[in-house]
């Protein structure tokens, strides 16, 4: 993997295009997942949230922690770090040090497919947005269609992460092949070209590739948390 994929805040440009059809979370249900049984309801506070936790959201549905990541980014001696929060029904709660965002939809793009060469092949959006930024022409985006939503890439980074519980089964492949190493985990994030549209889009590269796209929260959009 290349050791180049660090932290990179700019935009450059480039097209690249691809439709994605990615898994969504089920319908919501007429009557809200009801929190585990004898649940006790405590201070939410998400850093504290473990498996079996039960989540309410401000739309009345209810999601359990499958698992969560913490994960660590070093960078000139600086270290930040942050957790990704699996939930039942395909969602991934991420957690900032500056906010929240819930992703609600994911797919893998596994080696060899046309996405993933068209995101880190020769001549790929991420090689191109690399490039760009060392020869000082960051301030023109790399742009990527996923689904109906054109994005450019805003940064790249490496990590290193600790998973206790499971992951979300439809991304098993990518978060099974976390190194040891920062340089062997990247993660790449996108913002829509357009300034109207309020979605996000994350990926995770290891051996294969997830994409995920959701958008950001505010913290009083999750109503409340249960205890395991």
């Given at each position: 993997?290349?050791?180049?994929?660090?932290?990179?805040?700019?935009?450059?440009?480039?097209?690249?295009?691809?439709?994605?059809?990615?898994?969504?979370?089920?319908?919501?249900?007429?009557?809200?997942?009801?929190?585990?049984?004898?649940g006790i309801e405590?201070?939410?506070?998400?850093?504290?949230?473990?498996?079996?936790?039960?989540?309410?959201?401000?739309?009345n549905t209810d999601?359990?922690?499958?698992?969560?990541?913490?994960?660590?980014?070093?960078?000139?001696?600086?270290?930040?770090?942050?957790?990704?929060?699996?939930?039942?029904?395909?969602?991934?709660?991420?957690?900032?040090?500056?906010?929240?965002v819930l992703y609600?939809?994911?797919?893998?793009?596994?080696?060899?497919?046309?996405?993933?060469?068209?995101?880190?092949?020769?001549?790929?959006?991420?090689?191109?947005?690399?490039?760009?930024?060392?020869?000082?022409?960051?301030?023109?985006?790399?742009?990527?269609?996923?689904?109906?939503?054109?994005?450019?890439?805003?940064?790249?980074?490496?990590?290193?992460?600790?998973?206790?519980?499971?992951?979300?089964?439809?991304?098993?492949?990518?978060?099974?092949?976390?190194?040891?190493?920062?340089?062997?985990?990247?993660?790449?994030?996108?913002?829509?070209?357009?300034?109207?549209?309020?979605?996000?889009?994350?990926?995770?590269?290891?051996?294969?590739?997830?994409?995920?796209?959701?958008?950001?929260?505010?913290?009083?959009?999750?109503?409340?948390?249960?205890?395991?």
């Amino acid at each position: 993997m290349d050791p180049l994929f660090i932290i990179i805040l700019l935009g450059v440009i480039g097209a690249g295009g691809y439709y994605l059809y990615r898994r969504r979370a089920a319908p919501v249900a007429a009557t809200p997942e009801p929190t585990p049984t004898g649940g006790i309801e405590v201070t939410p506070d998400l850093s504290a949230l473990k498996t079996g936790d039960a989540i309410s959201f401000w739309d009345n549905t209810d999601a359990t922690v499958l698992g969560v990541i913490t994960c660590r980014e070093a960078i000139n001696g600086r270290e930040t770090s942050w957790k990704w929060v699996f939930l039942s029904g395909d969602k991934v709660l991420e957690l900032l040090p500056r906010g929240q965002v819930l992703y609600t939809g994911q797919a893998v793009a596994h080696q060899g497919d046309e996405f993933f060469e068209l995101l880190v092949g020769a001549g790929g959006v991420l090689k191109r947005f690399e490039g760009n930024v060392r020869e000082g022409i960051a301030h023109e985006p790399v742009e990527l269609q996923v689904d109906d939503t054109v994005y450019r890439v805003r940064s790249t980074g490496t990590f290193t992460g600790a998973l206790t519980g499971a992951a979300n089964e439809v991304a098993a492949d990518v978060w099974g092949s976390l190194g040891t190493g920062q340089p062997d985990n990247v993660y790449f994030k996108l913002v829509p070209s357009d300034e109207a549209n309020d979605t996000v889009a994350l990926g995770i590269w290891t051996s294969h590739i997830l994409m995920l796209t959701g958008r950001s929260i505010g913290r009083g959009e999750i109503a409340n948390i249960f205890a395991a």
